[in-house]
């Protein structure tokens, strides 16, 4: 399900580059190209460049997303795809390159820049109504990346939400310190969630990368987990990408990151892009295997805060100052 479409501010998390001239890229990565070499310096060429978080390309979240998407475009446009984890230089340094920024909303309009941003807080406020519905203690949690923009409005949408649908409702948060490690540290994850369901939380949110991931298999591996306990996922359909959280995964909320680069690359390779933010669409992933365990009253008022989302008649009211 698509929840709805609306320009938030963001903060850089991951950058993509895309470049029809350029430095030689070597072979290619993934398997997203049909040729193994070739040469960026040539018009024939079009090639794309990743640079990612902490995370790298197989966090099984927010970077995987975005490469997957990567190679979408490469199949539709055969352009050769590499990536790198290092920080993107300045699109002003160098005009005849056209970069996407994942999670970076811009300032101002800049000819060969286009931010690629989501409403986070609306897929968080999706997952926390869910949430509300679903505990039987009236306590969720959420174990978080670091405290950033972009993760901030999954958690204050999820709290909103949690407590739309369920005024009793307590709900925990902790971010993860801040340190290059933030997102990916699944051993402090599991730790957190250890916690929060020792402190009797039955739904928790696991919004972080690959630290967000160790939450959700610490809490599939708990006592009830897909009965009463239960987890949620983030920037992805989890139940693919982290098998060993189905035990416990009742839903995901989704930035729907891979379909908006793989559109943004497209445009970039027919000359359509433009600079400015670009907004993607968010969402909520099926509660596949744990979908007998949802009422089906829940499903149907879940359904209907999706659409209010969407017609802009439920509002979050998350801001951040």
Request: glycine share 12%; proline share 4%; charged share 20%.
């Given at each position: 399900m698509k929840?709805?479409?609306?320009?938030?501010?963001?903060?850089?998390?991951?950058?993509?580059?895309?470049?029809a001239c350029g430095g030689s890229t070597g072979s290619s990565s993934g398997g997203a190209s049909g040729s193994s070499e070739a040469d960026c310096g040539t018009d024939e060429v079009f090639c794309v460049g990743m640079v990612t978080d902490a995370g790298k390309v197989d966090d099984k979240s927010f970077n995987q997303s975005a490469w997957e998407g990567i190679e979408t475009a490469a199949e539709k446009t055969d352009a050769l795809v590499k990536y790198i984890d290092a920080t993107a230089e300045a699109a002003a340094e160098y005009p005849d390159t056209h970069f996407i920024?994942?999670?970076?909303?811009q300032a101002e309009t800049i000819e060969n820049l286009t931010g690629l941003v989501f409403p986070e807080d609306q897929a968080g406020y999706a997952a926390g109504y869910l949430a509300g519905l679903m505990t039987t203690s009236n306590k969720v949690g959420q174990v978080l990346g670091s405290e950033i923009p972009p993760v901030q409005r999954f958690a204050l949408g999820f709290t909103a939400g949690a407590k739309a649908s369920n005024p009793q409702v307590s709900v925990s948060q902790v971010y993860h310190p801040a340190d290059p490690n933030a997102f990916a540290d699944p051993v402090w994850g599991a730790n957190e969630s250890k916690k929060q369901l020792s402190q009797g939380a039955d739904v928790i949110f696991g919004a972080?990368?690959?630290?967000?991931?160790?939450?959700?298999?610490?809490?599939?591996?708990a006592?009830?987990?897909?009965?009463?306990?239960?987890?949620?996922?983030v920037d992805t359909d989890q139940y693919e990408t982290v098998p060993e959280a189905r035990p416990c995964l009742v839903t995901s909320?989704?930035?729907?990151i891979d379909e908006g680069v793989a559109e943004l690359i497209t445009q970039a390779k027919d000359g359509s892009i433009k600079g400015g933010d670009f907004v993607g669409d968010v969402g909520l992933a099926?509660?596949?295997?744990?979908?007998?365990?949802?009422?089906?009253?829940?499903?149907?008022?879940?359904?209907?805060?999706?659409?209010?989302?969407?017609d802009g008649s439920i509002k979050t009211s998350v801001s951040l100052s």
């Amino acid at each position: 399900m698509k929840i709805y479409r609306g320009p938030l501010a963001a903060s850089a998390a991951l950058a993509l580059t895309l470049s029809a001239c350029g430095g030689s890229t070597g072979s290619s990565s993934g398997g997203a190209s049909g040729s193994s070499e070739a040469d960026c310096g040539t018009d024939e060429v079009f090639c794309v460049g990743m640079v990612t978080d902490a995370g790298k390309v197989d966090d099984k979240s927010f970077n995987q997303s975005a490469w997957e998407g990567i190679e979408t475009a490469a199949e539709k446009t055969d352009a050769l795809v590499k990536y790198i984890d290092a920080t993107a230089e300045a699109a002003a340094e160098y005009p005849d390159t056209h970069f996407i920024g994942v999670d970076q909303a811009q300032a101002e309009t800049i000819e060969n820049l286009t931010g690629l941003v989501f409403p986070e807080d609306q897929a968080g406020y999706a997952a926390g109504y869910l949430a509300g519905l679903m505990t039987t203690s009236n306590k969720v949690g959420q174990v978080l990346g670091s405290e950033i923009p972009p993760v901030q409005r999954f958690a204050l949408g999820f709290t909103a939400g949690a407590k739309a649908s369920n005024p009793q409702v307590s709900v925990s948060q902790v971010y993860h310190p801040a340190d290059p490690n933030a997102f990916a540290d699944p051993v402090w994850g599991a730790n957190e969630s250890k916690k929060q369901l020792s402190q009797g939380a039955d739904v928790i949110f696991g919004a972080g990368g690959k630290t967000g991931n160790g939450a959700l298999g610490e809490i599939a591996k708990a006592s009830g987990a897909g009965d009463s306990v239960f987890c949620i996922g983030v920037d992805t359909d989890q139940y693919e990408t982290v098998p060993e959280a189905r035990p416990c995964l009742v839903t995901s909320a989704m930035k729907l990151i891979d379909e908006g680069v793989a559109e943004l690359i497209t445009q970039a390779k027919d000359g359509s892009i433009k600079g400015g933010d670009f907004v993607g669409d968010v969402g909520l992933a099926p509660y596949h295997d744990l979908d007998g365990k949802v009422p089906e009253e829940t499903k149907t008022k879940v359904t209907d805060v999706v659409k209010g989302l969407q017609d802009g008649s439920i509002k979050t009211s998350v801001s951040l100052s």
